[in-house]
């Protein structure tokens, strides 16, 4: 199993074999200071947001450990997402959902929104999908709908509202522009 | 929606006058009632023939409008309504911003502010292709039910627009639609060399 450290709110993998590996095997984490990695090729360790790892530690794929070697377990890394994500379960939903059908999931904080969510991967797909969160109750508003269609014309790719349902299902409605 | 916003070349109803009874707004004349008809304005309830709020006051805007017996503006007409009904300010910007793009837009369904829309051209001839609703500030919908609303205007076999009414009265639109985010089929692992 690929080991991982947990340093403050990320996990890095030392390990350059283990990084690339998990890397290429769905754009997982990114390598320290290869902003745009080509394949593989690179020799940086890999940081994963807690997240990823979350998913990959129940997953059985990532075993973490502090800095001390304390190993964490699954359900620890799922506490400390709680504590470091809001709505960390809503969000944790969507990700779960659209990794598990094969999309490459991955934070979309540079684009003002939870996830960028790839078909073929970062570098690849010519723009991503632009998906936020929104729990069943929370309120859409004509600020919400502006900024989201907003995204979705300036980044060319559907902007998407997810909205985690009962039973782990999720409601996807996307937005575009339309020229009355 | 390739087609530019035509401009309102349809030769619009002549001098309607209207009675107030209550808070409604009805029609008596059976030749004017008729020409409404055709337009898209108004609708038969029972034995009156009654324009909606938001239609009279486009009405009244392009002074084809007079109340019988009273010194009506638009204005007052406004305040009278508004007695009624708080939101027909939205309902009003967006309608009036639907009809001068030369849509034909109807009452809507109850999903909130909304409105059927007919494509140009289409009125009385196929149904309404597009269900708009108003979002404006201070009048939100949960994510819950807007996903509702949402699937049950595809499962009419309509599209769903949202617009958006910003603070001045302008409105911007944005269409709604399910995504299903089925097995992605491309492989996303990276060969190594």
């Known amino acids: 199993m690929i080991k991982g450290r947990l340093v403050g709110s990320r996990i890095v993998v030392w ?14 984490g990114k390598p320290i200071g290869v902003p745009k ?5 690179f020799d940086a360790p890999l940081v994963l947001d807690l997240m990823e790892g979350c998913y990959l530690a129940e997953k059985g794929r990532l075993k973490i450990s502090q800095p001390d070697g304390k190993a964490v377990t699954p359900a620890e890394i799922k506490k400390i997402c709680k504590k470091q994500y809001v709505d960390f379960d809503d969000k944790y939903l969507v990700f779960l959902d659209l990794r598990g ?64 349902k009962a039973g782990k299902a999720v409601d996807y409605v996307g937005f575009d522009w339309w020229r009355a | 929606m390739s087609v530019p916003p035509a401009p309102e070349k349809q030769e619009e109803v002549q001098a309607v006058e209207a009675r107030i009874s209550g808070s409604r707004i009805l029609v008596d004349d059976v030749r004017v009632q008729d020409e409404l008809r055709t337009r898209g304005y108004g609708e038969k309830e029972g034995d009156d023939y009654v324009l909606k709020p938001y239609e009279a006051l486009y ?53 909130g502010d909304d409105f059927r829309v007919y494509e140009r051209g289409e009125y009385e001839k196929k149904p309404a292709k597009y269900v708009v609703f108003g979002v404006s500030e201070g009048a939100n919908v949960s994510a819950k039910d807007f996903a509702g609303a949402v699937e049950e205007i595809e499962k009419m076999g309509k599209d769903a627009v ?22 992605n089929k491309h492989d996303t692992s990276i060969p190594g060399k």
Do not use: W
């Open chain 1, 101 to 164: 059908k094969g999309y490459v999931v991955t934070p979309g904080i540079k684009f003002g929104c939870d996830f960028a969510v790839y078909e073929r991967g970062p570098g690849i797909d010519h723009a991503p999908y632009l998906v936020q969160v929104f729990r069943p109750t929370d309120e859409l508003t004509a600020t919400g709908v502006v900024l989201a269609g907003r995204l979705a014309t300036t980044v060319k790719k559907q902007f998407i509202l997810a909205i985690p």
């Open chain 2, 162 to 183: 949202v617009a958006v009414i910003e603070r001045r009265g302008e409105v911007i639109y944005y269409k709604a639609s399910r995504m299903r985010f089925a097995q």
């Open chain 1, 15 to 28: 390990d350059i074999n283990d990084s690339r590996q998990l890397y290429g095997s769905g754009y997982y």
């Open chain 1, 37 to 41: 990695p080509k394949g593989t090729e």
């Open chain 2, 59 to 111: 009405l009244m805007q392009a002074k084809r409008l007079t109340v019988k017996g009273k010194e009506m503006t638009f204005d007052s007409l406004f305040e009278f309504l508004l007695k009624h009904d708080r939101n027909i300010m939205t309902r009003f910007l967006v309608y009036r911003d639907l009809k001068s793009r030369g849509y034909v837009a109807k009452e809507g369904f109850g999903f």
